[in-house]
């Protein structure tokens, strides 16, 4: 069925050091990936998004990947800061582009 | 431009009881989905309303039903509550551009059910 794995679940790294989540989807007709970031007592807020005729695509600091062939996407974060310690998710479309599906989301800790 | 809101932020409610969620999306959108966020389970996604019909409906039980307004406002209904059901409940909504699949999440209700 639809699902999407998402690794690691944690992640601390110093800041200034760059951070990579990888996620992996199953659903070959997917054309759409979005990268969620959730800070505490709030909704997730898009980061950074990628379609499927795109192999990259960069936005200051966060990069986001897409391999089709393996079905895997991943996000970048370079020069980690304190403020990037939160819940990243991953997402991808499923159902001709009618529901998303979640990857179980990351916790990532930069440490001053 | 104003974000997605919520109503109520929180919520407590007994088991047995039935409790209704309201969203309102960013002006211009006409989409509006609602997930449910556990620990345990994540971000499930519980249906998807566009121009005040649903689109699509996930894997949860009957007890749970939403509907949309002509203002794009949107409504959800969780029926006979049981302890399962705390979670925070989150609605996101997307612009109406063909191809446009960006959701964007209000701050969810957070419901206890006791």
């Known amino acids: 069925g639809e699902n999407v794995e998402q690794h690691p679940s944690t992640l601390s790294v110093q800041e200034g050091d760059s951070a990579v989540i990888k996620c992996t989807y199953s659903?070959?007709?997917?054309?759409?990936f979005p990268w969620y970031k959730q800070e505490l007592g709030k909704g997730p807020q898009l980061i950074i998004d990628i379609r499927s005729n795109v192999g990259e695509k960069k936005d200051q600091r966060i990069a986001v990947t897409l391999n089709k062939t393996a079905k895997h996407f991943s996000l970048h974060i370079t020069e980690t800061q304190p403020e990037d310690s939160a819940v990243y998710f991953c997402a991808a479309i499923y159902n001709y582009g009618q529901n998303f599906v979640f990857g179980p989301g990351t916790r990532l800790s930069v440490l001053p | 431009k104003a974000g997605v809101t919520q109503t109520p932020r929180y919520l407590i409610k007994t088991r047995g009881q039935q409790v209704t969620l309201s969203c309102s999306p960013i002006?211009?959108?006409?989409?509006v989905s609602w997930y449910q966020q556990t620990p345990g389970q994540g971000l499930q996604f519980l249906f998807e309303?566009?121009?005040?019909?649903?689109?699509n409906k996930g894997n949860f039980p009957g007890r749970f039903s939403g509907r949309q307004f002509s203002n794009s406002r949107s409504e959800m209904n969780v029926s006979t509550l049981e302890l399962g059901d705390s979670a925070l409940y989150l609605c996101?909504?997307?612009?109406?551009?063909?191809?446009?699949?960006?959701?964007?999440f209000g701050p969810g209700t957070r419901l206890t059910v006791t």
């Open positions: 659903d070959s007709a997917s054309n759409y």
């Open positions: 996101a909504s997307s612009p109406t551009v063909t191809g446009g699949y960006e959701q964007y």
């Open positions: 309303y566009f121009s005040e019909t649903q689109r």
């Open positions: 002006s211009g959108h006409r989409s």
